[in-house]
């Protein structure tokens, strides 16, 4: 794994939107994994920035979100699909077939192999190490599941998105595993703020897979770079 230290939300989010535009013109047929959360809020600022001023091609890049809610009814708010929407395609000229989301229906590692598989991963990371929504427990040869949330990330996701109400969010996911997210050819984890400090740290440690620990997974993988802000540091 390689490490980045920049300055701060701002200077991380131009280097993961910078490295992502590069390879969105390079290959204009690029397969992407993208996160929610409030880590790559920015970064998705940027991507629409760029698009504004240099009306990168979108037409044909095709993303692969992480993970979604279940139970939520359909144009939630706080749905991945909505928030995705807000954040990011409504800005971009992507095309709303070439969006994928993980939903129960489908076999969705099949239908990511079949298209080629993900170029990119961008992932965040949970306080509790988890990333999509592989929370501690997760096998390493988790595919794409239905999963339940840990108390810890469903009060950490009620302040952050449901104005404090745990009983707002949904008690389950449904998310890529493990294995689904090491498919990917590159990976880029964005860890910001004083929040992701434990972690962040657990990471630069970090040597082999540890169960508790879903990050940890990343250690084998040969293209990883974290990206960390200085309040993520110790
Ligand atoms: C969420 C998402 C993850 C995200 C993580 C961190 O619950 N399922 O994909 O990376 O938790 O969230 P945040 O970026 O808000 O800190």
């Known amino acids: 794994m390689e490490f980045i230290k920049l300055k701060d939300e701002k200077e991380c989010s131009k280097f ?9 013109k390079n290959n204009k047929k690029a397969n992407l994994g993208l996160a929610t959360g409030s880590t790559p809020i920015q970064t998705y600022k940027y991507l629409i920035e760029d698009f504004n001023q240099n009306k990168t091609n979108w037409k044909k890049i095709k993303t692969f979100n992480l993970d979604e809610y279940l139970g939520l009814p359909a144009g939630h708010k706080q749905s991945y699909k ?19 989301f993980p939903n129960t229906d489908q076999n969705y590692d099949k239908l990511i192999a079949s298209e080629g598989g993900i170029d990119f991963q961008l992932l965040g ?11 501690p427990g997760s096998e390493l040869e988790s595919l794409t599941r239905i999963v339940d949330l840990t108390e810890e990330t469903i009060n950490v996701n009620a ?19 493990l294995k689904s997210i090491l498919e990917a050819k590159k990976i880029v984890l964005l860890a910001l703020g004083e929040s992701k400090r434990e972690v962040v740290s657990k990471l630069l440690d970090c040597k082999e897979f540890d169960i508790n620990f879903p990050a940890s997974a990343l250690t084998l993988h040969d293209d990883v770079t974290i990206i960390y802000d200085e309040e993520a540091s110790i």
């Open 16 to 24: 993961v939107a910078g490295e992502i535009i590069k390879l969105v």
């Open 82 to 100: 909505v928030f995705m929407s807000e954040m990011l395609f409504e800005g971009i000229s992507i095309k709303p077939k070439n969006v994928f």
């Open 125 to 135: 990371i949970g306080t509790n190490g988890h990333i999509g929504f592989n929370e």
């Open 159 to 177: 302040n952050k998105f449901f104005d404090g109400d745990t009983t707002e969010v949904p008690k389950q996911a449904i998310s890529m595993g």
